[in-house]
T-cell receptor, first 112, second 115 residues
């Protein structure tokens, strides 16, 4: 499955706690993306990266930050988790030479 | 930014029938339109895509058509089978503020194929 892993796969946390999700790829792809998936909303882009230390906001970036210190890892941080951030989070990667985007297995996050 | 609308939200067909899912997009600069299939509890999987310089693309039982003038594209599945049951998402690649492209997704269609 395109060499993408996400960790953790499941997490339950409490409101107000910080949470970091990790996306790891072995494809050496330049572009990496974080999405959240909620019923009725499809997949919505949170943040994306177009290279090491190069990131930008997507359509639902409030309450989230990201970091990419090396090509293979893209971290998503919820500084102070809220119940509205309960969701399934997917990471995706894309190479330079084509448009095809491949998804990781997802992380189910529950904020109580 | 880009807005992608997808219809219907649910679709039930009999095995062997055809299924059609339609999407419209708003940004005329969008140039790449993939379709993803997502089975319950799994990741979205790319099943077919089309670029803006092509009007139709086919891969076995699935096909995608694109009408750039009307800004809509459709997924066609023929001879449906129970294993086609899943949620299908369309997407359009549009320019972000950085000048980079990213996908905007439709809200999904739950396809149920009745045996």
């Amino acid at each position: 499955d395109a060499g993408i892993t996400q960790s953790p796969r499941h997490k339950v946390t409490e409101t107000g706690t910080p949470v970091t999700l990790r996306c790891h790829q072995t494809e050496n792809h330049r572009y990496m993306y974080w999405y959240r998936q909620d019923p009725g909303h499809g997949l919505r882009l949170i943040h994306y990266s177009y290279g090491v230390k190069d990131t930008d906001k997507g359509e639902v970036s409030d309450g989230y930050s990201v970091s990419r210190s090396k090509t293979e890892d893209f971290l998503l941080t919820l500084e102070s988790a809220t119940s509205s951030q309960t969701s399934v989070y997917f990471c995706a990667i894309r190479g330079d030479s084509n448009n095809e985007q491949f998804f990781g297995p997802g992380t189910r996050l529950t904020v109580l | 930014g880009e807005n992608v609308e997808q219809h219907p939200s649910t679709l039930s067909v009999q095995e062997g029938d055809s299924a059609v899912i339609k999407c419209t997009y708003s940004d005329s600069a969008s140039n790449y339109f993939p379709w993803y299939k997502q089975e319950l509890g799994k990741r979205p999987q790319l099943i077919i895509d089309i670029r803006s310089n092509v009007g139709e693309k086919k891969d076995q039982r699935i096909a995608v058509t694109l009408n750039k003038t009307a800004k809509h594209f459709s997924l066609h599945i023929t001879e449906t089978q129970p294993e086609d049951s899943a949620v299908y998402f369309c997407a359009a690649s549009s320019l972000m503020d950085t000048g980079r492209r990213a996908l905007t997704f439709g809200s999904g269609t739950r396809l149920q194929v009745q045996p």
